[in-house]
T-cell receptor, first 114, second 111 residues
Framework: ETGVTQSPTHLIKTRGQQVTLRCSSQ?????VSWYQQALGQGPQFIFQ???????GRGNFPPRFSGLQFPNYSSELNVNALELDDSALYLC?????????????FGEGSRLTVL | AQSVTQLGSHVSVSEGALVLLRCNYS??????LFWYVQYPNQGLQLLLK??????LVKGINGFEAEFKKSETSFHLTKPSAHMSDAAEYFCAVSEHDKIIFGKGTRLHILP
């Protein structure tokens, strides 16, 4: 059974640029959620995808968008990058009904915005 | 909205001593609660979860947590700390199919 993998592991961007982060779900998991973890903070929920549709969103602006593909892999896109977007971005996969289940996390993509 | 509060952003214990990490939740109905651990440069890993069955929940690596409704608490304990327990620990609560995390407590183990 393969775990959750994310790419790239580290990247540096400048203000105003766009970034795409990628995530491959754990085998058999059909739900993917994305979290932003700023330095010294807990993960903050960005959004969640189930069967290629967004089915939950946290308090993030529309310039944060995502996709889920038929193989359940996912992308997080961030447009017009701001300095405060610098963070570790975590992808987590789960079976549907995360409420009582558990999330399986990747190791994250660390984004630095200069 | 649900939330969790973790008391103490840093906790230091000696190797072999009791580990106690505190978490309080805000909920008017019995929530589902979780503890996750994050080792350096790694993603989060589930330690244990409470889903309204037994109030004392046992997890991996010798950790356990007790759900106390009267105190709205879900504190994490381990009888004897090991150097490998040094990590960041997050308490979390579920809300509408998403999980909300606390700010975390970094556990330091002193030799």
């Amino acid at each position: 059974e393969t775990g959750v993998t994310q790419s790239p592991t580290h990247l540096i961007k400048t203000r105003g640029q766009q970034v795409t982060l990628r995530c491959s779900s754990q085998s058999g998991h059909n739900t993917v959620s994305w979290y932003q973890q700023a330095l010294g903070q807990g993960p903050q929920f960005i959004f969640q995808y189930y069967r290629e549709e967004e089915n939950g969103r946290g308090n993030f602006p529309p310039r944060f968008s995502g996709l889920q593909f038929p193989n359940y892999s996912s992308e997080l896109n961030v447009n017009a990058l701001e300095l405060d977007d610098s963070a570790l971005y975590l992808c987590a996969s789960s079976l549907v009904g995360v409420r009582t289940g558990e999330l399986f996390f990747g190791e994250g993509s660390r984004l630095t915005v200069l | 909205a649900q939330s969790v509060t973790q008391l103490g952003s840093h906790v230091s214990v000696s190797e072999g001593a009791l580990v106690l990490l505190r978490c309080n939740y805000s909920s008017s109905v019995p929530p589902y609660l979780f503890w996750y651990v994050q080792y350096p440069n790694q993603g989060l890993q589930l330690l244990l979860k409470y889903t309204s069955a037994a109030t004392l929940v046992k997890g991996i690596n010798g950790f356990e947590a007790e759900f106390k409704k009267s105190e709205t608490s879900f504190h994490l304990t381990k009888p004897s700390a090991h150097m490998s327990d040094a990590a960041e620990y997050f308490c979390a609560v579920s809300e509408h199919d998403k999980i909300i995390f606390g700010k975390g407590t970094r556990l330091h183990i002193l030799p």
